[in-house]
């Protein structure tokens, strides 16, 4: 009977039932199996605080019965809890350092998975890390822990892949989704890491198709077991990719959606969500918004995007501390990569010399060479050394990685370097950059285009319209716009937010065809009927 219900109370985690499952669990004799059903239950009807307490009691039995697999499993869904939820990091931190902890206390097979996974996790020497999530997998295998075993296939596909072994880490990481959704694996903390790792490694790679494919599955997996920050996690990676893309409206949406599901969930990961947000929206030249997303978000991405967001503003001082600061903790490989490269715009910017971070720059991307990394160290040095070859093999590799924003930024450094000296190649380069900044609507990018076109004499036509009629309110604002009203004016006019006003602004750009508000403000002039 007790095994009957045990195995009902499974069955109705693995299909989202949290109410069921509570039901079942309730009927059996406190252990730590039986705790952790009651814990992961109140986690799918989103008590949380109900769940963490739950599980700390779960953790509690286990070591009682003298079962470390459970308590260190345990431990660690503990400390996500605390974390990706409350927030409370050094909390969080507390409880998976307990895990840690028990790594000298001899665990048999069975329990050594669990323990060398978690010991690979936090692993920062990557070969090590590697060796060990191989181990947790293998033992997964060998006592029949799926859970285990693909979790760690997960953390070490998403590991091979940021080592830019691309081609071996997706693999894994496709065969531990697969898993996934054919019912292999059970609990529902793995099903988010397997999910997270995988969308992690997507954005680091740059890879849209393996990204779109493995979302719907995602979406129908979220609603079947009742978990969306499977969702939230996909959506907030996947959004990170489609703004790299330039896929921007896509982007909009998945990222706009992944803050309403972390929000909806309580969970404090949604910083990365609104990171991302605040990315695409200083690439759309829209930068009050991007200052207010990134309000007191301090994550790695947000400092990225923060820099980015002073360099756009034309205050490269502030770029340039925050940077400095950034980078001086940070290991040299891959992922310092992109500010490496940000710090030597902004050193330039500064009139400062970048020699010293452009050889960090190089070291780094010699240790993990990728084309993504080749082109950073290119571009730097193109702008560096005014070596004109540097700047258009980057604009190159940028576009080979789809990066189209990045590559058309290439082409406008070429041709600001070269408009004295080769007016007609400048000229050239500078509508490459100008066709793929109206393609992609990146106003600030596209007005600096144009304006070089114009110095070298070249008539510039208008950006392409989307052909989408004004709504009733975005007619309004483009009215108040002619007028000669500013933001602040127009959200106290028709009582909305700067934030929203700011929106229809830039959607009435694109439906128009206009690049700046000054472009509007004379569209909405010659709009307006003849005073009779």
Known sequence: MSGDLLLAGRAALRRGDGAGARAAFLELPESGRVLEGLGSSSYLLTDYERATQELEQAYAAYRRAGDRAGAVRVCRVIGSLYGGVAGQWAIANGWISRAQSMLDERPDPAEQGWVTLTRGMFESDRVKRNQYLREAADLG???????????????????????DRVAEGMTLLDEALAAVTGGDVEA?????????????????????????????????????RGLPVVSAYCRTHYGGILVAAGRWSEADAALTEAVRLWTISRRSLKADALARLADLRVRQGRFDE?????????????????????????????????LEHAVRPTVDDSEAVPLLGLL???????????????????RCAAARPSPYAGAVVARARGLAAGDVG???????????????LESAIAHLDLAQMIAKQNPPVAASEARQALRIFDQLMATRHADAAAALLRTLGDRVGPPRSSGAPLTQREQEVLDLVGAGLSNPEIAQ??????????HHVGNVLAKLGLRNRAAAAAYAVKQEPAQG
């Open 141 to 163: 295998g060998a006592v029949g822990d799926n859970d285990l075993r693909f979790a760690a296939l997960a953390y070490l596909g998403a590991s091979l892949v940021h080592a």
């Open 188 to 224: 529902f903390i793995v099903v988010e890491e397997i999910f997270c790792q995988l969308f992690t490694a997507c954005e680091h790679a740059h890879d849209v198709h393996r990204a779109e494919q493995w979302i719907a599955v995602g979406e129908k997996l979220a609603a079947r």
């Open 290 to 322: 991007a200052a207010e997303l990134l309000d007191g978000i301090t994550t790695g991405e947000a400092v990225r995007t923060r820099a980015e967001l002073y360099l756009a503003r034309g205050e490269p001082r502030l770029a340039l501390d925050l």
């Open 344 to 362: 030597v715009d902004a050193q330039i910017a500064c009139a400062e010399d970048p020699g010293e971070t452009l050889t960090r720059l190089e």
């Open 390 to 404: 540097e700047l258009r093999g980057a604009a190159e590799l940028f576009a080979a990685v789809q990066l189209p």
């Open 493 to 502: 006019r028709l009582y909305i937010s700067r934030k929203t006003v700011e």
